[in-house]
C-alpha cells in the first residue's frame, strides 16, 4: 500500500513519500475543503481553507502544502479547525458580493458549498465592501476579458487558480494577477485577450463565479441539468467530457478528468465543439431527390426508394458497382455494421474510409509490407520520454492534450523537443524547443542527415544500438544525395544544428517520435517513414507513433473499413470465418480503395454508392473531381448529420444522429477503446448510425437484429476476442487499450528514395494545409463559440512574399493551382517561410481541396493580388 | 528601446546571482526606475527580453509594488509629510500653498514637468516637522518663506 501510515481523524490511513496531507487524506475518502488546490498544479496555500490539525505543531497547518509523515496524527474536523475556516471565509467574504441569486456559479459553487458548510451567519466587519467597478454607468462589473471569458471581480477570492493553469498548466502567458489586496485584478497583458488554445479551463477550474463564459451562462441552472460521461470527437486524442443537458438540449461541456488521457484539462475546441449537434444545417429528416431538387420525405419513403432501386442495380450489375465510405468520426459499432452492411448485403469490397489521402496505397498496407509499423506508444509513454521529436506535425492543433503532456515532460523532467517542419508551429513557443524549418517537401533530407550526423560521428556507440560498420557504410552508400553537406544545403537547415539534434538523440535514453497530419499530405509519405525508422535506429530506445487524423481513423482501421482488411485486421483467410458469422456468401476479398472507387465511377464501372458520415467533396485532395465523379452516380445514398457538400449530390440523404445522440465507442491514437454515453435522445428524425445500417440491411433482406451499439458490439466480442478482449459493460468504467500487432524491425538502415521537388517557375509557391486557430478539421466551423477565436477563412501569406506582391492584411488575394483557383483575404504571419502559403481546412467557403490535383504531385499554387 | 544598454548589462549581470532568474526581476525593475524615475509595460517587455521571462510575470511583480510610480513624475517630487507632528504645525496648509504657487493638483505633474506633490506618511523626521522629502532629500522645519525660496531655486536649475 503506502510507505507509511497517518492517523486522520481516527482513521489509518496509507500515505507514499511525497504525498502532501491533503492527497493522503482525499484518496481515503476523507474530504477536506479546498479553494486554491488543483492536482495537476504546485501547492500555494494560498486560501488557507484547508487548515488542519497536526498533534505537535503549534499551530495550524495547510493540508495541501503540508508532507504527510509517518505517524502525523491529523484532526480535519476538529473545534479549532471549524472556527479557523469561520474565520478564513469572514476574511474571504469580507469583500465577495454574496450575489449568489444572479450568479452563474451559483448551485456549483466551491465557495457556496464551503460557507454553508463552516461559514457565519453574520460578519464582524463593518467596512463598506470593495467594488471594482468596470463602468460607472452599470450595475454590473463583468468585464469580457476574451472572446468567450467574461470576468467579475469583485467574486474573485485570489486563489489564483486561474493564473497558474495559464502558465503552469497550459504554458501560456496570457492572463495574470495585477496589483494586491482586495485591489487584486485578474487581467490579460494590456491590449491582449485571453484567448489561448486552453482558455476554458480557467472557467472550470475557478472556485466561485468570477470567471464565467458566454456559452453556459445565464442559460441554465446547474442542478436541473443532467450529466452523460461522454469522449470527445474533434481529435484522436480521446478526451474524456461531461455533456451537462437538459430538456434533450446540451448547455455545455466540461472535462471528465481521466489521469490517464487528459487530467482534467481540455481544449476549447472540445469545450465548445459539442455546439455543431444544434447547428442550424442539421438535417432534420429523410430526402429524396426529385427532379434535381432535395425535397423532405418519411423514413419510409427513402427507406422503400433505397430498396427498389439498390435491388434493380443489383439484378443488372454484380455487388462490384457498388461502393461505400464511412469517415473515421463513427463509431467502432457504426463502421463494423457499415461494413458488414457493404460485404455480406450490398456484397462489395470497395469499402473505404481514408477520404483525404492523395496517394494511393497508405499505411497498413505497403508500409507494414516492408516491415515497418509504428509502435504501439501511449501517454505514460510521453511521461517516460526525455526526447520528443515531432516530425511535420502541428501537434499544438492537432492534438492539443497531446501536445500538452509533451509540455509538462518539458517543464517537470527537463525533457527537450526538436521540432521538424516547414512551418513553426505553436508547441516551439516557450518550450525551449529546437526548431529544424525546413523547406518545403524536404523532411527527408533533414532526417537522413541527422541519421548520418550520428553514425559519423566519433563517439557513436555503434555496438550500443546494435549497429554493425557494414550496415553503416551500405546506408552510406545508398544515400549519397542526402549525407550532410548536401542534407544541410537541401533543406536548408544548418549543419551544425543536425550535428547538435544528433547528438542528442544519441544520448538520450528514451526517445518518442510523433508525427502527425501534414505529413499524410506529403509527397513522400512512405519515405519519410522508412526515414524515421532509420531515425529510430540511431537511438538507445525510441518509438515511433503516427498520429492518425481523425477520433475514430485506429478504430477504422482495426474494424475492417478499408478495402483489403475483414475486421481485427484480418487477411482473406478469415473470409470463411465471417461469412459463417454473417451467415451468407461474402464477395471477393479485395477491393478499390478510395482513389480507385472515384476512377471507376469515372469509367462507369461503379454506380452506386453509400457515404456514412464522411464529406468527401470537402475534404478529398482533389475536390473538384470528386464532385464531378460523385455527380455522375446513378444512385448516392448519403447518411450524415449535417448537409454538407457531399449531401448536396445525393439521391437519398438519411438523417444521422450525431456522437452526443450515439451511443458507442470510440478508439483514441494509444489504441484506447472508450465509451460515450448519449447525452440526448435523437434530435429531429434522425436515428443513429447502427439503427439505420440495421434498417437498411433489413430492408434489403439480410436482418442482423443488431440495431443498438451493445448488440452490435457483443458480436465483436464474440468473434474478435482475440483482438477485443473487452465486454461491452466494461467501458462504462474505464477504456481498454487495444494492443496493436507488433512488427520485428528488419536489421540494418532502410533505403530512402528521394528526388528533390522540381520547381513551378508558372506557380511559385508551396501550399501547406492546417488549422486555423481554434479549430480542427471541416467540423468546427459549425460550433459559435470557436468562430469567436476565428470567423473568416483567410490565405496565409508569409512576411516576404507579401511584401514582394505588395499584399497588406485583409487585402483580397486570388489563390490558383493547376486544377483551381479560390478567392480570400489575405493575412500575413510572421512565422511563416518565403514561397509557402498556408490555407486552414476548416472553413467551407476557401477549400484547399479545390487547389489540389489529384494527378499533380506537389501543390503548387499562385497567389495574385485582386 | 527604453532602457540603456548599461543598464540591461546591469540587470544581466544581476540575474547570475539568483539560482532562478525569475528572482531577479525586482531589482530589474529597481533598476528600470532608478533610470528613468518610472515604469511602463514597454519596460517591462524589455526587462523580460534581457531576463529571458514571460512579459506578464513582470508587469504582475511591477503592479504588485505600489510605490513603483507607473507613470512619469516631475523632476522634483515633493513629498509632504501628513502626519500628526507635521500635521500640527500646518503641513495641510504648506501642500495647499504647494499646490496653489504650482498650479496643480495632488499627484499631478506641473505643465514643464518639474514638480509633482503627493502627502505621504510619516518619514521619521518629526522632531523637525513640518517637512518633506523632494527626490532623496529632506527638508525640514519648513516655512512658505523657506518653500517659495526653495522652489525658485529648483525652478532657476531647471
Known sequence: MGDFNITVNGKTVPAVKGQTVLQAALAAGIDIPVFCWHPQLVPVGACRICLVEIEKFPKLQVACATPAADGMVVMTESPKVVKARQGVLEF?????????????????????????????????????????????NSTFDDLQIGPEIIRNQNRCIHCYRCTRIVDEACFEDDLGAYQRGYHTEILPPPHREIRNLYSGNVVEYCPVGALTNDDWRYKVRVWLTKQAKSVCTHCPDGCNLTHWTFHNKIFRATSRPNENIDRGFICDIGRYGYQQVASSDRLKQPMIKKNGELIEATWEEALNLIKTQVSELKSKLSGNAFFGLIGETSTNEEIYSFQRFLRRVIGTSHIDSRINRKRRLTFGEEVTSRAIAPDHVSYQDIDKADTFVVYASDLHSENPITALRIKRGVRYRDAKIIIINSRSTHLGVRTGATNLLHKPGTGLAVLTGIVDAAVSSTTFDKSAVGLSDQQISEFKQAHTELLLPKAAAMSGVGESDLRAVADSLVRSSNVVIFCGADFSRYPYRDEELLALDNLRRICKSAKLAVLPESSNSVGAELLGAYPNQYPGGKGSDAKSKFEDLWRGPLPDFSGKDMIGILEAINEDEIECGFIFNADPVRVFPDGNYADAVLEKLKLLVVVDSFMTETARLADVILPLSTFAETEGTRTNWEGRIQYTQSAIKPM??????????????????????QGRPSEVYGELNKSLGDVLPVRYEMFKSEGAIYDRPKHQPKPGFNRVAYNAIPSDREYPNFLTVGNADHHRGPNTERNPSLLKFTGDPFVGLSEIDAKELMISDGDLVKVESRTGKVVGNARVIAELPGKVVFLPENFRELRPNLLMGLKEKFDHVKVTKM | MILSNDTKSKIGE?????????????????????????????MYEEIAQVLGVKFIEVAEAASFYTMFPKQKRGKYYIQVCRNISCALLGSHHLTQYLLQKLGTKLGETTKDHLFTVVEVECLGSCCSAPMMQVNDKYYENLTLAKVDQLIDEWRAAK
Do not use: M, W
Not at chain 1, 97 to 112: A, N, R, S, V, Y
Open chain 2, 14 to 42: 544581476y540575474a547570475k546571482k539568483y539560482p532562478k532568474v525569475k528572482s531577479a526581476i525586482l531589482p530589474a525593475l529597481h533598476y528600470a526606475y532608478e533610470e528613468q524615475g518610472y515604469l511602463d509595460d514597454s
Open chain 1, 684 to 705: 429531429f428524425d434522425s436515428k443513429p448510425g447502427c439503427e439505420i445500417l440495421e434498417l437498411l440491411a433489413d430492408r434489403l433482406g439480410v436482418s442482423f437484429g
Open chain 1, 92 to 136: 474571504i467574504l469580507a469583500h465577495h458580493p454574496l450575489d449568489c441569486p444572479t450568479c452563474d456559479k451559483g448551485g456549483e459553487c466551491d465557495l457556496q458549498d464551503v460557507t454553508f458548510k463552516y461559514g457565519l451567519d453574520y460578519s464582524r466587519l463593518q467596512e463598506p465592501k470593495h467594488r471594482n467597478i468596470v463602468d460607472e
